[in-house]
């Protein structure tokens, strides 16, 4: 091990990578969070449009909150994100699939 180095667990990360982590982690955080109990996606040949909206009893229209549009590679790569996070937490349990 370097002095540039930090041994956590199984992977050793550099201080380059501890202060992209840590930027990832104020980026995260910095700015609101709606919320939002609709979305809507609409998928496009290249890539799909989610737009989060809140509906409620109160308000007879959906209220827009924010919309992101993701390429087909960022779109995969958030299903699988969800899918990871859904079975750390018990709410999601793998599937086998069979042969």
């Known amino acids: 091990m370097t002095n540039d180095t930090i041994t956590g667990g199984i992977q050793e ?3 380059e990578q501890i202060a992209d982590q840590v930027a990832d982690g104020i980026a ?3 700015g ?6 609709k979305i809507y996606a609409t998928v ?3 890539g799909m449009r989610l737009t989060f909206v809140e509906v409620n009893q109160a308000v ?3 209220a827009y909150r924010t919309a992101v549009f993701l390429s087909i ?4 790569a958030l299903l699988e994100l969800l899918q990871r996070q859904l079975v750390l937490t018990g709410h ?7 042969t």
């Open 92 to 98: 999601l349990v793998p599937v086998e699939k069979e």
């Open 32 to 37: 609101p969070a709606f919320f939002s109990n």
């Open 13 to 15: 990360l550099t201080q």
């Open 28 to 30: 995260i955080n910095s």
């Open 44 to 46: 496009s040949p290249v």
């Open 73 to 76: 590679a960022d779109t995969l």
């Open 60 to 62: 007879p229209t959906p």
